[in-house]
């Protein structure tokens, strides 16, 4: 089944016409019907994430045909109530196709990952795990994250002063990770293992995402 025919699938078994889709979705009615008919070559990742919460179908088979195409139903005469402890599955990718981010059309390609990692964090975009390598964000003291921690990448989280972030170098085709300073109106990546230098943001540099959580497995 392709993504067109999932989505056709979806959109059909919610019982809405799309005009109420479209509104959900924050698009046009013939934005819907492009997604419907396959026009639509370049599906943006928050279409498919706003479109799994209007038909209520999971994002991931939406977007990739993995997984089941609803989360499981449990069969009860009582209704749960909702708890704050919620899990999400976020891809586990590598930093080549982190630093590939910044330019893919499509973030979620067939195949794009063959691992998985939970959290509790609900991410405000799609979110990815990288597994982090080298000691440039080890540190002797405070905050440290060591080489072998996986963390969690948000793409639409706000990259404020302060925040730890993954960004795409203009001379690399890898992301790094750092932490984000501003300093009289200059930004600057700033590693927290002081043998490291610091980079200053230049024009080409982009900023892939915030990290907001971080899993060391031993």
Same mark, same amino acid.
């Given at each position: 089944?392709? *993504?067109?025919?999932? +989505? ?13 889709? #479209?509104?959900?979705?924050? !698009? ?5 019907? =492009? ?8 599906? *943006? ?8 919460? #209007?038909?209520?179908?999971? %994002?991931?088979?939406? #977007? ?35 630093? %590939?981010? #910044? ?15 939970? /959290? ?16 440039? &964000? ?5 905050? /440290? ?5 996986? +963390? ?7 990259? =404020?002063?302060?925040?730890?972030? !993954? ?19 200059? *930004? ?19 900023? +892939? ?6 899993? &060391?497995?031993?």
């Amino acid at each position: 089944m392709t *993504r067109y025919e999932r +989505i056709v699938k979806a959109i059909q078994a919610s019982g809405k016409k799309k005009v109420e889709i #479209a509104r959900e979705c924050g !698009v046009s009615a013939s934005a819907v019907t =492009q997604w419907v008919t396959g026009e639509s070559k370049n599906l *943006r990742p928050e279409s498919i994430y706003a479109l799994a919460k #209007a038909t209520g179908f999971r %994002a991931e088979w939406l #977007a990739m045909g993995q997984g089941p195409e609803r989360e499981p139903e449990q069969d009860s005469n009582v209704k749960d109530v909702a708890q704050p402890n919620l899990m999400f599955r976020y891809p586990v990718i590598s930093w080549v196709a982190a630093g %590939a981010w #910044a330019e893919a059309v499509e973030p979620y390609p067939p195949g794009f990952s063959d691992r998985y990692e939970m /959290s509790e964090y609900d991410a405000k975009g799609p979110a990815f795990w990288l597994e982090v390598k080298g000691d440039s &964000m080890t540190s002797p003291v405070g905050q /440290s994250v060591p080489e072998g921690t996986l +963390i969690l990448v948000d793409t639409e989280a706000d990259a =404020q002063s302060g925040k730890l972030v !993954v960004a795409k170098l203009g001379d690399s085709n890898e992301a790094t990770f750092k932490k984000l300073v501003d300093d009289g109106g200059r *930004r600057f990546l700033k590693p927290l293992n002081p043998a490291y230098p610091i980079e200053m943001v230049a024009d080409d540099c982009r900023i +892939i995402g915030v990290v907001v959580r971080a899993l &060391m497995k031993f």
